[in-house]
């Protein structure tokens, strides 16, 4: 069974065999390749395969990245089965330092849900001046009135979900405490130089971002991730570079799951870990 690890090492030796011409498409044209992507997605890898290129020829900063780090992060979306277009927001290539990270973007985290068959509701919304009522500091839960929206100005995010047993949780975060939380998790965003932070999706995309932020929030700690194993995956890769080992690496700043969200006793995924989480996904592809 394919594993982020064999792809990984599958790319490594391509690399050696053709370092003359070690581009991405040669890399994805590669029989090695290519039988790695359809041991995970069947009939679907070529289509997937053919997203990696479109999603690296048009964006400039991602076709300077290693092409090793390409392929092992689209390599996570598609064990997770969720499609690179950028206009679907699932799940993102995002260059970084001339490495490609794995991004989930907030549908992506909706469409792991929807999957466990464990929700009645989920959802994610920008919260408009005028439309808060009142918020209870206990619960989480706000009280929202959408008619009394006074202006355009977006002044917050929330999600909220409802399992099919009963239990229910809200999650908010005003605009200013998403540009902060924004800030402290990824170096590009919190840089002084306006470059760097042009680079960041914060910056081009800071609301899809900070509802990312509060799905992340609300599943983190509140979901029942102890059976949904692709969704602790999802969360823990989230904005990583897969190493050659399929060791998971930060390098625009810490995994922006804080400790208390990450489910005792579950470390970082390793090579093995992730050739489980690989298995499951592959395992609607014959």
Not at 226 to 255: H, R
Not at 262 to 267: A, E, F, K, L, N
Request: a neutral charge; one cysteine or more; proline letters at 3%.
């Amino acid at each position: 069974m394919a594993t982020v690890k064999d792809v990984t090492k599958a790319v490594s030796g391509v690399q050696q065999q053709n370092a003359v011409a070690n581009t991405l498409q040669t890399l994805l044209n590669s029989d090695n390749i290519k039988k790695r992507f359809g041991e995970v997605l069947g009939k679907k890898a070529p289509a997937f395969i053919s997203s990696i290129l479109s999603a690296t020829n048009t964006n400039p900063q991602l076709k300077v990245c290693e092409p090793m780090s390409i392929i092992s992060s689209a390599m996570v979306a598609a064990a997770l089965d969720l499609p690179i277009n950028q206009s679907l927001g699932f799940a993102h290539l995002v260059p970084y330092s001339g490495k490609a990270q794995f991004q989930m973007g907030w549908r992506g985290y909706v469409q792991l849900a929807q999957r466990t068959g464990l929700y009645k509701f989920l959802n994610a919304e920008r919260v408009y001046e005028g439309q808060i009522k009142s918020r209870d500091m206990l619960s989480g839960k706000i009280e929202l009135n959408e008619e009394g929206k006074t202006s355009d100005v977006v002044v917050g995010y929330f999600a909220h979900m409802e399992l099919l047993n009963g239990f229910q949780k809200t999650v908010y975060i005003s605009k200013a405490n998403a540009e902060k939380h924004g800030k402290r998790y990824s170096q590009t965003f919190s840089s002084e130089k306006d470059y760097v932070r042009e680079k960041s999706k914060w910056t081009t995309d800071f609301d899809a971002m900070s509802l990312k932020t509060v799905v992340k929030m609300l599943l983190g700690k509140w979901a029942p991730l102890s059976t949904d194993y692709q969704m602790q995956k999802a969360l823990q890769l989230d904005q990583a570079v897969i190493n050659e080992d399929g060791t998971p690496e930060y390098v625009d700043g810490k995994n922006t799951i804080d400790a208390e969200t990450v489910p005792t006793g579950d470390p970082e995924p390793t090579g093995e870990e992730l050739a489980r989480l690989a298995e499951t996904a592959s395992g609607k592809a014959k």
